[in-house]
């Protein structure tokens, strides 16, 4: 089986990613970190750059985890691009970074995390940044 990680270049991001690698890990299961954006913008700063990805490979490969990257950039939301995503490959579970945003903040604001949480069929972790 396989652990996603929905993965942006912040704190968040960067929390869920710690514990994708740490649970596949100790899981034995192989890893897939998936990075969406909308549209093919690269200034969006949901985009994960050439660095922030060898980072990502450096930290899976020191853990011994097999790692498989999807950068996806095609105008829908990040939320159904991981959705989209776990339909098609066989995952154990989804892991995502929270902001801690207030409820309305999340209202007017909406979370990707929330809509992966309220229609995910995997179980999905919710990483809370520091």
Same mark, same amino acid.
């Given at each position: +089986?396989?652990?996603? $990680?929905?993965? #942006?270049?912040?704190?968040? =991001?960067?929390?869920?990613?710690?514990?994708? @690698?740490?649970?596949?890990?100790? /899981? *034995?299961?192989?890893?897939?970190?998936?990075?969406? $954006? /909308?549209?093919?913008?690269?200034?969006?700063d /949901?985009?994960?750059?050439?660095?922030?990805?060898? *980072?990502? *490979?450096?930290?899976?490969e020191?853990?011994? #985890?097999? %790692?498989? @990257? &999807?950068q996806? /950039? *095609?105008?829908?939301?990040?939320a159904?691009?991981i %959705?989209d995503?776990?339909?098609?490959?066989?995952?154990? +579970? @989804? #892991? #995502?970074?929270?902001? =801690?945003?207030? !409820?309305? =903040?999340? %209202? %007017?604001? =909406?979370?990707?995390?929330?809509? @992966?949480?309220?229609?995910? &069929?995997? !179980?999905v972790?919710?990483?809370?940044?520091?």
């Amino acid at each position: +089986m396989t652990i996603l $990680a929905a993965y #942006v270049p912040s704190s968040a =991001g960067e929390a869920a990613l710690a514990f994708a @690698i740490d649970e596949a890990a100790v /899981r *034995r299961e192989d890893l897939l970190v998936v990075n969406s $954006a /909308r549209g093919e913008s690269l200034t969006d700063d /949901r985009v994960a750059t050439d660095d922030d990805l060898a *980072r990502v *490979r450096l930290s899976a490969e020191k853990a011994g #985890v097999s %790692l498989a @990257i &999807r950068q996806i /950039r *095609r105008g829908q939301s990040a939320a159904a691009d991981i %959705l989209d995503v776990a339909g098609d490959v066989s995952i154990s +579970m @989804i #892991v #995502v970074g929270s902001r =801690g945003r207030s !409820p309305v =903040g999340k %209202l %007017l604001l =909406g979370s990707a995390a929330l809509e @992966i949480l309220s229609h995910a &069929r995997q !179980p999905v972790v919710a990483v809370k940044s520091s």
